[in-house]
């Protein structure tokens, strides 16, 4: 029994912390980050608007008994809109320098910004929002592909489908 509930308190730890993987010396962890979020209640509605910008929160820790040199980091985020049929998928891109990592050192990093928008309905508790269906990092040292992290199996299938996205306005 105590370990039955030693795998599930795994478990839970590894779904609150994201996504983690291990390759060529390199452990990454990437999990959704709140980046900005408003909501708003017009009037007497019981619907509550939500505005919301999302990133990824990226962990990179070099595993590894060598240094690793400076890469690049490139994402693909995925969103699904909602009130759509058929569904609109959209894709965000972008890619940020990856630091030069020393043997043990990591390297913390906030990547993408994408706008997220919907209604919460307050009176049944159902949310129509602006979903993020999948996303993809690629570590590249050297011009070369080092390490590949995605979200979901399914993302290769939505990738085709997705538009690119708007970049959000700053003020």
């Known amino acids: ?5 030693h795998a599930v308190l795994g478990l839970l730890m590894f779904a609150a912390v994201g996504f ?21 209640r017009p009037g007497y509605s019981s619907l509550q608007r939500v505005a919301k910008a999302l990133g990824l929160k990226v962990n990179g820790r070099n595993i590894s008994f060598k240094d690793l040199p400076e890469g690049t980091l490139d994402y693909t985020i995925i969103v ?3 009130g759509y049929s058929p569904d609109r998928y959209e894709s965000y891109t972008g890619s940020e320098k990856f630091a030069a990592l020393v043997k043990g050192a990591e390297t913390n990093m ?13 009176g049944s508790r159902k949310q ?21 992290l995605t979200s979901t199996a399914a993302f290769d299938k939505l990738l085709p489908k997705a538009k690119p996205g708007a970049k959000p306005v700053k003020n």
């Not at 906030?110 to 307050?122: I, R």
């Not at 129509?128 to 590949?148: A, L, N, R």
């Open 1 to 5: 029994m105590k370990t039955f509930l």
């Open 80 to 82: 699904r809109r909602w």
């Open 20 to 40: 983690a993987e291990e390759a060529n010396g390199l452990r990454l962890t990437a999990q959704k980050t709140v980046l900005e979020s408003e909501t708003s």
């Open 128 to 148: 129509y929002q602006d979903t993020i269906e999948g996303w993809q990092i690629v570590v590249k040292h050297d011009g070369k592909e080092t390490f590949k």
């Open 110 to 122: 906030t990547v993408g910004e994408v706008p997220l928008g919907g209604y919460d309905n307050l």
